[in-house]
C-alpha cells in the first residue's frame, strides 16, 4: 500500500490550493484518512481529518478556510485550502487507516508535499 500526495506549491497570501492524496495497493477498505503539517523546527500536528462516514474534525487555526473531503471510489482524500496565510506554510502529510486482505487496519503516511505561503 502506498499514500501519493500532490498539490502543493507556493501561493501568495491570500490564494489557494487543493491537495490531492490517493492510496493504492490491495485495499479492502479505509477508515480515518487525515492530513498533517510540519513547519521547521515544530512538531508534526493535525490539520484535518474525515472518517468513512463522513465526519470531519479540524484544527482551530484552519476552521473556516480548509476543507477535508475524501472519494472512496478513487481512494482519495483532498483538502482545499483557501484564504492561505504565512502561518501555513509547512510540508503537508497524509495519513489513513487502510485494511488489506488478511490483516486488521494499518496506518499509512504519504512522502509530504511543500506548501509555501509568501509573498
Keep these: 500500500v502506498q499514500l501519493q500526495a500532490s498539490g502543493g506549491g507556493l501561493v501568495q497570501p491570500g490564494g489557494s ?4 492524496c490517493a492510496a493504492s495497493g ?11 503539517r510540519q513547519a521547521p523546527g ?3 500536528e493535525l ?5 468513512s462516514g463522513g465526519s470531519t ?10 476543507t477535508i473531503s475524501r472519494d472512496d ?4 482524500v483532498y483538502l ?3 484564504n492561505l496565510k504565512p502561518e501555513d506554510t509547512a510540508v503537508y502529510y497524509c ?9 486488521m487496519a494499518r496506518n499509512y503516511w504519504g512522502q509530504g508535499t511543500q506548501v509555501t505561503v509568501s509573498s
Design 17 to 20: 490550493l487543493r491537495l490531492s
Design 26 to 36: 490491495n485495499i479492502l477498505s479505509i477508515n480515518d484518512m487525515g492530513w498533517y
Design 42 to 44: 515544530k512538531q508534526r
Design 47 to 51: 490539520v484535518a481529518d474525515i472518517n
Design 57 to 66: 474534525n479540524y484544527a482551530e487555526a484552519v476552521k473556516g478556510r480548509f
Design 73 to 76: 471510489a478513487k481512494n482519495t
Design 80 to 82: 482545499q485550502m483557501n
Design 95 to 103: 495519513n489513513a487507516d487502510i485494511v488489506v486482505p488478511l490483516t
